[in-house]
């Protein structure tokens, strides 16, 4: 066997465990959302779910006794879509901005988004708290969205520039001398190759929105106001017997609308991550 030959199947073997590896955690969140969950608590561990059942589903969707389902996913799915729209538009102007243009602050601008990124949410929560307690927006979905709006800006717009700054400012320049405006020319050819990369930068966006916690927790306490990461908590009882098997199931379900999203971008994500890689 040639030395290309032993390093292909080197590399795929390798390919093989990396990727069992990431997906094995997937596959025992949904293996143990259809076991009983007196199953799950014994000492026998199941690779598969010999007393296959959906009542842990039932009781995630349906169960009276508890905070309901679909409120919180619709809240989830509300604030979102409403922070990869807003920060989308916001950021794709400031990446084009600092990009296209030279002006007295370009530099500090791109700094600041360096050190904004550096600063975790969390150490500036409480005075996050006060000022939406202040504009009285707590457990609304607006208050959560600017914060979260927010939160992703900084990591949207420095993306972003990586992308505006990979297509030649002379396609503008070009399509300028066959008679297009400056707008014209850039919406009309600039706009469309960066597509895919304001899908990709939307995904990271999206699952950022969508599995953020600390936040939500504080912000939207109140059940009716729940997005899904704080809906799940109610699962884990501190002096009682946590209902496993339905942790498992609220979370493969909240799993879902990630998966449908990527599944339906991933063409123009992969092409985004690809053209945004190389500099034009």
Known sequence: ???????????????????????????????????????????????WPDNLTLRNYETVLFDPGRTPFLPAAGNSLTVTILTVVIALVFAFLASVAVTRFRFASRRAFIITILVVQMIPGEAMIVSIFRVIDGWHLLNTIVGLTLVYVATVLPFTIWTLRGFVNGVPVELEEAAMIDGCSRAGAFWRVTFPLLAPGLVATGVFGFIQAWNEFIMALVLNARPEMMTLPVWLRTFLVANGTTNWAGLMAGSTLMAVPVIVFFLVVQGRMTSGLVSGAVKG
Request: aromatic letters at 18%.
């Open 1 to 47: 066997m040639t030395r290309a030959r032993l390093a292909t199947v080197a590399y795929s073997a390798v390919s093989v465990v990396l990727f069992a590896f990431f997906v094995f955690p997937v596959y025992w969140m949904v293996n143990t959302s259809l076991q009983p969950n007196n199953e799950i608590r014994g000492s026998d561990l199941h690779f």
